[in-house]
Structures are given as structure tokens and as C-alpha cells.
């Protein structure tokens, strides 16, 4: 199993771009989670899903949208992207019932210049 | 006041000690209490998991939870340089149900062993 893959691994925006950073998993997770890392931060929810077609707010939603056609994947959309969302993006899933663990994927670095 | 509180450190010791990592917390609901060990630009991975108060020995690894004082601990006993990461600790009101297993972290506690 790849686990958790996210792309791209680094990205460069203008203010006012947007982009779509990718998460796939090949566990058959139902529930995957989008977070933002700031540096001295820890790890802040953005968007969680608990199946296909299901998406709910976390803690940091604005600026961010998302989408789960599919059990596999989870995009998180940026619109508008402003120096605030400079940050380490990182995705995540977990299997469905009494589980703790969240599996991570690698991260997406992006900055908003 | 944050939900769960961390000292960002940075915390650097001599190979070999003993190293303690704590957070507090404020949601007396959280039940669920997790330590996540993070290498630099790589994602989190889980370390230890303790449900409710009480000790988890894993190998040179030791997790504490108070839910009286609402404080946790992770201990490394016996450091080794590639313990160097930032450690995150975590937790959950509950692991599935209406929490859907969200998670709630510190701020990281940046950890070198040196040798």
C-alpha cells in the first residue's frame, strides 16, 4: 500500500491564484482530514469527510473548499489564494469505527508571495 | 485559552537522558489522548495512545494521563539522537460517534538528542 500520497510536494503561488492540492489514499478509509501546520502551531482541521459525499468544517475553513467523489480522494480546493494560507498542508485518513490513529501523508509545501 | 496547551520548546539534551514532554488541556470531554512524532518535512506518525488516566510503557516510551489535572506526559527514557523530532500531542472527545475522530493538537515540542 502507498498509504496516504498527496502532490504537489511544494508549490509557489501569486495572491489571487488558485490551486487544487491533491490527497488519495488506498486503504479504504471513510474519514480523511485536511490540516494546515504553521510554524509553533501544531495542526489546525480545515475540512474533514466521513465517506463520499460527505464534507463537513473544521476549525480554519475559510479561503478553502472541498470535495470526495470518491472514497480514494480528497482535494482541497484554495481560491483567491492570499499570504495567510502560506503554510504546510497535510492530509489524512482513518478507518471507520472505534480507531485513534490518523495516517499522515508527506505534506504540500505552499507559499503565497 | 488554547483547548490543549504545549511548550514549543525548543528542548535539546545529551544523548542518553531522560526526556519529559507535557501538555494541558482544558475539555474535560477528551478521552482519547495521543502522541504523534513528526521528523522534519514529514508527516506526523502516531507514537503512543492512552484511553483515559493512567501509564503505557512501549519500549523506551512512556505515556501518562492525569484527567484529574487534565495533563499529560510522554517520557523518553534512554535518548538516542534519531528521538530528534518535533513531538505532538493530540486528542479526541471520542474515536468515532459525532466526533468522527477529530483530533485537537498542541503546538509541538521541538525535541534534539545530541551525541
Request: glycine letters at 10%; proline letters at 5%.
Amino acid at each position: 500500500n502507498a498509504g496516504v500520497t498527496q502532490t504537489p510536494k511544494f508549490r509557489i503561488l501569486k495572491i489571487g491564484q488558485s490551486m487544487t492540492l491533491q490527497c488519495a489514499q488506498d486503504m479504504n478509509h471513510n474519514y480523511m482530514y485536511w490540516y494546515r501546520q504553521d510554524p509553533g502551531m501544531g495542526l489546525k482541521l480545515i475540512y474533514y469527510s466521513v465517506g463520499a459525499g460527505i464534507t463537513d468544517k473544521g476549525e480554519v475553513p475559510n479561503g478553502y473548499n472541498v470535495s470526495r467523489s470518491t472514497t480514494e480522494d480528497f482535494p482541497l480546493r484554495l481560491e483567491l489564494a492570499a499570504p495567510s494560507q502560506t503554510s504546510v498542508y497535510f492530509c489524512a485518513s482513518r478507518r471507520t469505527g472505534v480507531s485513534y490513529e490518523q495516517y499522515f501523508g508527506p505534506g504540500t509545501r505552499l507559499t503565497v508571495t | 485559552q488554547k483547548e490543549v496547551e504545549q511548550d514549543p520548546g525548543p528542548l535539546s539534551v545529551p544523548e542518553g537522558a531522560i526526556v519529559s514532554l507535557n501538555c494541558t488541556y482544558s475539555n474535560s470531554a477528551f478521552q482519547y489522548f495521543m502522541w504523534y512524532r513528526q521528523y522534519s518535512r514529514k508527516g506526523p506518525e502516531l507514537l503512543m495512545y492512552t484511553y483515559s488516566s493512567g501509564n503505557k510503557e512501549d519500549g523506551r516510551f512512556t505515556a501518562q494521563v492525569d484527567k484529574s489535572s487534565k495533563y499529560i506526559s510522554l517520557f523518553i527514557r534512554d535518548s538516542q539522537p534519531s528521538d530528534s523530532a518535533t513531538y505532538l500531542c493530540a486528542m479526541s472527545a471520542n474515536a468515532g460517534g459525532t466526533s468522527y475522530g477529530k483530533l485537537t493538537f498542541g503546538q509541538g515540542t521541538i525535541l534534539t538528542v545530541h551525541p
